[in-house]
Every structure is written in structure tokens, then in C-alpha cells.
């Protein structure tokens, strides 16, 4: 499985952009690149994907490097209710297809006042 | 549209019980995936269900089974309760891709049902 280091912990002003940074150093050509975050015991949220370019959506960007060995999900102006775990993910392919989430520790973010 | 739905939300086992968890998964959805996130723990993938077969299973004992039924909904199984099962168990749903080339699976969880085996 290619594997994610992500900071355990940082914290962010509300209204300020958060910036969650992840290495992702052995990511194969076909994986992607997924984000997701929970808050305090809930499920996990889907929030973007991406395999090379660079993906927006509502809830934030993903910046991938040229080279693809880290990425950055860009929160553009986090509020309270942003403060979670966010997990950055290596996608791997299932035999028969379809893909499972690996899961390491994740960055706890913090948003203060 | 519905999202991922599982029940009960709290359940309380003794050792060396049984237990079953549910899961309905999102609106159109037909692939179901189990996880189980201990405490301070990021979640660990069980397995995954695909037309009612085993499509791919984790590092978990076969005490832990799984079905899935016509409707796409899903059961997780776990015989001979261990203390150590104690955690949040996940469901994740999602659509077999079939005709694109990432063949890339986006997964939606459910809030999860928190087992705690005494």
C-alpha cells in the first residue's frame, strides 16, 4: 500500500485559509489521491479527490505536485465547525475493481477564534 | 436522496457473544465496505462487498463475516466477541465503475455503530 505522512496536529484562525499538507513519496501512476475528515466519532466525510491535476469543489482545493509525491488540501477560509481529523488517502485498486481507503492517523486541525 | 444509514447506533455485548450490524447504503449505490475505527485510531477496512460476493477482505479473522443482500443493504457479522472488538464500526457505500478509466469508486460513510463488548 503507498503510504501518507500527514502532520498530527495544526491549527488555523477562523477565516483564515488551512492549508493541510500530506507526503505521499511511493503513490503508483494510476492511485489517487483522496481526502476525508471526521468529526469527533462520526463517520468520515468525503471531501475531494484528484489524481494529478489540480481539483476545487465546494468544500476545498487539492493541490497535487508535478511530481505527485505530496499534495495540499486548501480550506479557503475555515470556520469552528471545520475543526476535525483530516485524512489524506492513497487509493488502492480492489481485484475485480473498485478501490479500498487505507487510513493513517490523520491531522487533527483545530480552528481557533 | 438518502445517504448511508446503519443500525443500531450503540450496541453492548458480552464476551464471547454474537453481534450483527446493519447497513443501507446511499441512494443508487450497490458496493458496500466495512470498517473499524478503535479508539484513536484512523479506521481499518474489513471488507467489501460487491453483488452479494466477498470482492475484498482486510487483515481481519474470520469471526468477522459479512453478507449482502438483493437491495445492496449489508449485515457485518462477529462471532466469540473479544474485549479488543470494542470500537466504531463504519460503512462505507459506493458505485461500481465499470466504464471509466480511473475506475475510481468514491466512498460515503454512514455515522457508524459503536459496539462495546464487556
Known amino acids: 500500500d503507498a503510504k501518507t505522512t500527514q502532520p498530527p496536529s495544526m491549527d488555523c484562525a477562523e477565516g483564515r485559509a488551512a492549508n493541510l499538507p500530506c507526503n505521499h513519496s511511493?503513490?503508483?501512476?494510476?492511485?489517487?489521491v483522496y481526502w476525508y475528515r471526521q468529526i469527533h466519532s462520526q463517520g468520515p466525510q468525503y471531501i475531494i479527490h484528484?489524481?494529478?491535476n489540480n481539483e476545487t469543489n465546494e468544500m476545498a482545493s487539492l493541490i497535487i505536485t508535478e511530481d505527485r509525491k505530496s499534495s495540499t488540501l486548501i480550506l479557503p477560509h475555515a470556520t469552528l465547525r471545520d475543526t476535525a481529523v483530516y485524512y489524506c488517502?492513497?487509493?488502492?485498486?480492489?481485484?475485480?475493481?473498485?478501490?479500498?481507503?487505507?487510513f493513517g492517523t490523520g491531522t487533527q486541525l483545530k480552528v481557533e477564534l | 436522496d438518502a445517504g448511508v444509514t446503519q443500525s443500531p447506533t450503540h450496541l453492548i455485548k458480552t464476551r464471547g457473544q454474537q453481534v450483527t450490524l446493519r447497513c443501507s447504503p446511499k441512494?443508487?449505490?450497490?458496493?458496500v465496505s466495512w470498517y473499524q475505527q478503535a479508539l484513536g485510531q484512523g479506521p481499518q477496512f474489513i471488507f467489501q462487498?460487491?453483488?452479494?460476493?466477498?470482492?475484498q477482505r482486510g487483515n481481519f479473522p474470520d469471526r468477522f463475516s459479512g453478507h449482502q443482500f438483493p437491495n445492496y443493504s449489508s449485515e457485518l457479522n462477529v462471532n466469540a466477541l473479544l474485549l479488543g472488538d470494542s470500537a466504531l464500526y463504519l460503512c462505507?457505500?459506493?458505485?461500481?465503475?465499470?466504464?471509466?478509466?480511473?475506475?475510481?469508486?468514491?466512498?460515503?460513510f454512514g455515522p457508524g455503530t459503536r459496539l462495546l463488548v464487556l
Open positions: 462505507a457505500s459506493s458505485l461500481l465503475n465499470l466504464w471509466g478509466q480511473d475506475n475510481q469508486e468514491t466512498q460515503y
Open positions: 511511493t503513490i503508483s501512476g494510476n492511485e489517487y
Open positions: 484528484g489524481l494529478k
Open positions: 488517502i492513497v487509493s488502492q485498486m480492489v481485484t475485480g475493481g473498485g478501490n479500498k481507503l487505507t
Open positions: 441512494s443508487g449505490h450497490d458496493t
Open positions: 462487498y460487491y453483488e452479494e460476493e466477498e470482492r
